[in-house]
């Protein structure tokens, strides 16, 4: 069983920053991708940003210039850069993991709230 915790979510102000972090049980260098998506109320849950085994980032269009994904592999953590935040990044970010075998898990999410 893999373990994921989010941690790093809270209130910041429009055109703030956040870092979000992503700590698993499992080591990076045996995970095919870990990701984050978020879910805002009432909406379905979206891609925000994936990095897989070989660094490789993808990013939902919206996002790129203003979200970073990394990882650091000695720590088994994956983060989020968010800068610039607006209100409609109000979400509940969750973090995602599939593994070589083509498992997928999921955190419990951490919920970030942009507003004044």
């Known amino acids: 069983q893999v373990q994921l915790v989010e941690s790093g979510g809270g209130l910041v102000q429009p055109g703030g920053s956040l870092r979000l972090s992503c700590a698993t049980s499992?080591?990076?260098?045996?995970?095919?991708?870990m990701g984050w998506y978020r879910q805002a109320p009432g909406k379905e849950r979206e891609f925000v940003a994936r990095?897989?085994?070989?660094?490789?980032?993808h990013y939902l269009d919206s996002m790129v210039g203003r979200f970073t994904i990394s990882r650091d592999n000695a720590k088994n953590t994956m983060y989020l850069q968010m800068n610039s935040l607006k209100p409609e990044d109000t979400a509940v970010y969750y973090c995602?993991?599939?593994?070589?075998?083509?498992?997928?898990?999921w955190g419990n999410g951490t919920l970030v709230t942009v507003s004044s």
């Open positions: 499992r080591s990076l260098l045996s995970i095919n991708a």
């Open positions: 990095i897989t085994r070989t660094g490789t980032t």
């Open positions: 995602n993991l599939i593994t070589t075998g083509g498992m997928e898990y």
